[in-house]
T-cell receptor
């Protein structure tokens, strides 16, 4: 059974800092790994999707990497801004529908 | 439509009552998912519809929960004889085809069972 873990559970950084969010999964037989953002009281917004054959994906200040062999993915946020404050969730898709981690709650302090 | 639409956005009900939650996916998306998110918990998979295939119901927590998808579009999640532990945000998502595609989520229905 796939299990997804995110560390840390919460993170607070000053504006402008680069940061890394971590995601680990137990079953490497995945189709893809997705990163989402969730703002309070809202649904999830898809940020990046990395197919199992890919190593990384980039969108603006965001870069996500995938290492299937070690069961890890990272989300790198460059030059963080207060508007980046949200909960970030990763999810692994395989033979079962997307399995989510519990998220990392990020606060970027101006 | 422009995005996944869910209604109602909030629902307060009394223990023992039945509730229906609605999801209208993005037009043309063949895959539809229901998840729930309890306070402080991660997203819990409930059910998955893909085209005309039999739905994957493996995440439904009890036989009080059921869902249907009519005409390959709108879906309704029904909870019978609601219990307080059913209180959560129920999220619907859709994707173009299947499990290897990006998911688009609705804003959810906040269900409170008193």
């Amino acid at each position: 059974k796939q299990e997804v873990t995110q560390i840390p559970a919460a993170l607070s950084v000053p504006e402008g800092e680069n940061l890394v969010l971590n995601c680990s999964f137990t079953d490497s037989a995945i189709y893809n790994l997705q990163w989402f953002r969730q703002d309070p009281g809202k649904g999830l917004t898809s940020l990046l999707l990395i197919q199992s054959s890919q190593r990384e994906q980039t969108s603006g200040r965001l870069n996500a990497s995938l290492d299937k062999s070690s069961g890890r993915s990272t989300l790198y946020i460059a030059a963080s801004q207060p508007g980046d404050s949200a909960t970030y969730l990763c999810a692994a898709s395989g033979n079962t529908p997307l399995v989510f981690g519990k998220g990392t709650r990020l606060s970027v302090i101006a | 439509g422009a995005g996944v639409s869910q209604s109602p956005s909030n629902k307060v009900t009394e223990k023992g009552k039945d509730v229906e939650l609605r999801c209208d996916p993005i037009s043309g998306h063949t895959a539809l998912y229901w998840y729930r998110q309890s306070l402080g918990q991660g997203l819990e998979f409930l059910i998955y519809f893909q085209g005309n295939s039999a739905p994957d119901k493996s995440g439904l927590p009890s036989d009080r929960f059921s869902a249907e998808r009519t005409g390959g579009s709108v879906s309704t999640l029904t909870i019978q004889r609601t219990q307080q532990e059913d209180s959560a945000v129920y999220l619907c998502a859709s994707s173009r085809q299947g499990r290897d595609e990006k998911l688009f989520f609705g804003s959810g229905t906040q269900l409170s069972v008193l």
